[in-house]
């Protein structure tokens, strides 16, 4: 079992940032890959990023140039940095991780966090 804990959330103006982390229990297979995902109210679960332990990241194109992941292995973390935020982008964030890193497929991630909430007001 893997017990991921986000943090970094809250409320943000239009073009301002914020810094996501996510703190794993332990590393597994099952963290190999790690993301983050987003839920904005009344649409489906999207993937936003995703990377894999040697480090190689994929992005959503709609915060690509905007976010940036990252991840300390030593330390099993994750981090996402939101530069220029939209209003669009406000949703909850949610960490997760699995054995390999498929940013359209959220079945290949096995554990997820319990989210942090991200607004972004205009």
């Known amino acids: 079992q893997v017990q991921l804990v986000e943090s970094g959330g809250g409320s943000v103006q239009a073009g301002g940032s914020l810094r996501l982390s996510c703190a794993a229990s332990?590393?597994?297979?099952?963290?190999?890959?790690m993301g983050w995902f987003r839920q904005a109210p009344g649409k489906e679960r999207e993937g936003v990023a995703t990377?894999?332990?040697?480090?190689?990241?994929t992005y959503a194109d709609s915060v690509k140039g905007r976010f940036t992941i990252s991840r300390d292995n030593a330390k099993n973390t994750l981090h996402l940095q939101m530069n220029s935020l939209k209003p669009e982008d406000t949703a909850i964030y949610y960490c997760a991780t699995g054995g390999y890193c498929s940013i359209w497929n959220q079945r290949a991630f096995n554990y997820w966090g319990q989210g942090t909430q991200v607004t972004v007001s205009s």
């Open positions: 332990t590393y597994t297979y099952s963290t190999y890959c």
């Open positions: 990377i894999n332990r040697p480090g190689t990241t």
